[in-house]
T-cell receptor, first 114, second 115 residues
């Protein structure tokens, strides 16, 4: 079945540091890939997405490239801010016609210190 | 901007009480979901719905029940709450139009504490 493996946290960085959160996946078809972010006390929000191989999703300075050859979708940001402190979830969608279509990773807690 | 609302945001109750967590969306989405989020932050799908009068159990067994009488409304009920039900509950919705890529829209969550 489908699965998503995320880099384990927690991750603690200083402000302006470079961020990478690794995400690899297993899927039978050609999934769409997502990064969701959960700020403290809130629900999840879509951060970025990519729907086919070699697509790059980007938003708020974050980027991730859909790499089919390595089945990866790593999240990167060149210079993190304190406001980026949150939990980040990698996810995939492999069966758009099915209600049970999103498979989530286990989440990575990021803390950015001033 | 997502228009999906959950109430209450926070609830503290005693063991044995019946509780209902409300979830409503104004986007006309046909699919709705309930996730339970454990302290380690991992998400577990406990219920989902394809549309009105359709409900299914998710990957994680739950003593809660759901109903879908109206498209916009997907309440979750616990008949007799126990401390083991203490958790964060997240409601989400999505649409199933042609070309849909799987994005979910989440509410802000209901944090339940059972004493």
């Amino acid at each position: 079945g489908d699965s998503v493996t995320q880099m384990e946290g927690p991750v603690t960085l200083s402000e302006e540091a470079f961020l990478t959160i690794n995400c690899t996946y297993t899927a039978t078809g050609y999934p769409s890939l997502f990064w969701y972010v959960q700020y403290p006390g809130e629900g999840l929000q879509l951060l970025l997405k990519a729907t086919k191989a070699d697509d790059k999703g980007s938003n708020k300075g974050f980027e991730a490239t859909y790499r089919k050859e390595t089945t990866s979708f790593h999240l990167e940001k060149g210079s993190v801010q304190v406001s980026d402190s949150a939990v980040y979830f990698c996810a995939l969608s492999d069966r758009p016609s099915s209600a049970r279509q999103l498979t989530f990773g286990s989440g990575t807690q990021l803390t950015v210190l001033p | 901007e997502a228009d999906i609302y959950q109430t209450p945001r926070y609830l503290v109750i005693g063991t044995g009480k019946k509780i209902t967590l409300e979830c409503s969306q104004t986007m006309g989405h046909d699919k709705m979901y309930w996730y339970q989020q454990d302290p380690g932050m991992e998400l577990h799908l406990i219920h989902y719905s394809y549309g009105v009068n359709s409900t299914e159990k998710g990957d994680l067994s739950s003593e809660s029940t759901v109903s879908r009488i109206r498209t916009e409304h997907f309440p979750l009920t616990l008949e007799s709450a126990r401390p083991s039900h203490t958790s964060q509950y997240l409601c989400a919705s999505s649409e199933s139009r042609t070309g849909y890529t799987g994005e979910l829209f989440f509410g802000e969550g209901s944090r339940l504490t059972v004493l």
